[in-house]
């Protein structure tokens, strides 16, 4: 069973239709001990950073989520989900993340000029690590889609598993244990996505359950 994280910022209903889609059973859910009684856990989001920070904490969702990755259960942070994984975020003032992942967040327009923003479509993988279970299916060079205005910059080279070039070398996917996070969505990321989307869920039935 997976988790999907609902605390009001995220579009789970294409999410949850991906997992349903490769055969994966998953509960959308704000209640902390379905959340902790799952073999993997996804938190979604879309919005602004200190939003979602704010609504997470409202709901003790961020104590829960940070006790999971402790202790060693599959996190999945997509999007905003996986820029809330970092420390700090300088979306529209200074704002305190999860603290899963060393590093901030900063606005793409420190890092690239000329191109549009919102980085908006789909762009290549260009693959950092070579370990990550979460991309056992994945292939340097295969697309996914993107839409981001705002950038993680890990702190800890070693955390950075993919990059996508938009002007820059953009984080794409970065990983620390069983913490996983991806800048763009693969639940609409066609066949790409889903295979991603299924690495995480056998990943998931193989520590998740020892956990639970």
């Not at 799952?38 to 602004?48: D, Q, T």
């Not at 104590?63 to 529209?92: H, T």
Request: with cysteine; aromatic share 8%; hydrophobic share 40%.
């Amino acid at each position: 069973m997976i988790a999907i994280i609902d605390y009001g910022v995220g579009n789970v209903f294409s999410l949850s239709s991906s997992l349903k889609k490769i055969g994966a059973e998953c509960i959308v859910t704000d209640d902390v001990a379905r959340i902790c009684g799952a073999e993997g856990v996804i938190l979604p989001g879309v919005g602004a950073f200190g939003d979602a920070a704010d609504k997470l904490k409202e709901r003790g969702l961020d104590k829960a989520v940070k006790d999971l990755a402790f202790n060693g259960k599959p996190l999945l942070g997509i999007c905003l989900g996986m820029q809330l994984l970092f420390d700090r975020s300088y979306e529209y003032g200074e704002h305190e993340g999860l603290g899963l992942i060393g590093g901030e967040v900063r606005p793409l327009s420190q890092y690239i000029d000329g191109l549009k923003i919102p980085h908006m479509g789909w762009n290549s993988l260009d693959l950092q690590r070579d370990d990550c279970p979460l991309l056992k299916y994945t292939h340097g060079g295969d697309y996914v889609y993107f839409v981001h205005s705002f950038c993680a910059v890990c702190s800890d080279g070693g955390d950075l598993v993919a990059t996508s070039h938009y002007g820059a070398d953009v984080a794409a996917v970065v990983a620390r244990g069983h913490v996983f996070g991806t800048q763009f969505h693969p639940e609409k990321s066609g066949e790409v996505g889903l295979k991603m989307l299924k690495a995480f869920v056998e990943l998931s039935r193989q520590v998740g359950k020892k956990l639970c």
